[in-house]
């Protein structure tokens, strides 16, 4: 029997991060399961799972914490696996708008306030095509509560999406293959 842990990493962009820390969970008989990993400005940050034998859960957590040496911040949390949300439940929220503060709150504001659930969000700003000026891009997968309407949810979104001046679409996930 394994345990499951979920880490997160941080620390200053290299070559290598990864393996380093594949290798130390390798070392004490843990099998990587999903990960999350980037480079942000000059740093690297990632989020991963993984499994381990119980006995070596403590060596492996001293020996992730060991990395802050290398200039790593490892901190490792029990993972209590919740069982999957229905795919009927899944949408995806894409939104693209000139650049602003308050955009990620404001949506993450209404999301909360309908019970919809984040499970994946990503975001850049990148120059807009033609006039080169900032523009806003997130794209985030939500689960709903079987019991929700999301009515309201588009509701509220579209008036946020006319306040901020962004462009906002809800569209069922489809499954991908597998």
Same mark, same amino acid.
């Given at each position: ?9 941080? =620390?200053? @962009? !290299? +070559? #290598? %991060? $990864? ?6 969970? /390798?070392?004490?008989?843990? *099998?990587?399961? &999903? ?61 693209? =708008?000139? @650049? !602003? +503060? #308050? %955009? $990620? ?6 999301? /909360?306030?309908?019970?919809? *659930?984040?499970? &994946? ?58």
């Amino acid at each position: 029997m394994q345990v499951p842990v979920v880490m997160t990493v941080i =620390g200053a @962009d !290299r +070559p #290598g %991060i $990864v393996e380093a820390v594949a290798r130390v969970v /390798a070392e004490h008989g843990g *099998n990587w399961l &999903e990960s999350r990993m980037c480079r942000l400005g000059g740093q690297f940050a990632g989020i991963l799972r993984a499994q381990v034998p119980p006995d070596r859960r403590p060596a492996l957590c001293d020996a992730l914490k060991a990395m802050a040496a290398s200039g790593l911040t490892i901190v490792v949390e029990e993972d209590e696996a919740a069982p999957p949300a229905p795919p009927s439940g899944l949408a995806v929220i894409e939104l693209v =708008g000139q @650049d !602003r +503060p #308050g %955009i $990620v709150r404001e949506i993450s504001a209404a999301l /909360a306030r309908q019970r919809i *659930n984040v499970e &994946e969000l990503t975001t850049e700003v990148v120059s807009a095509p033609m006039s080169g000026e900032p523009l806003f891009k997130a794209r985030a997968t939500v689960t709903a509560p079987a019991d929700a309407d999301l009515a309201p949810l588009r509701r509220e979104l579209e008036k946020i999406a006319a306040d901020l001046q962004v462009d906002i679409a809800i569209h069922p996930k489809t499954a991908t293959p597998g």
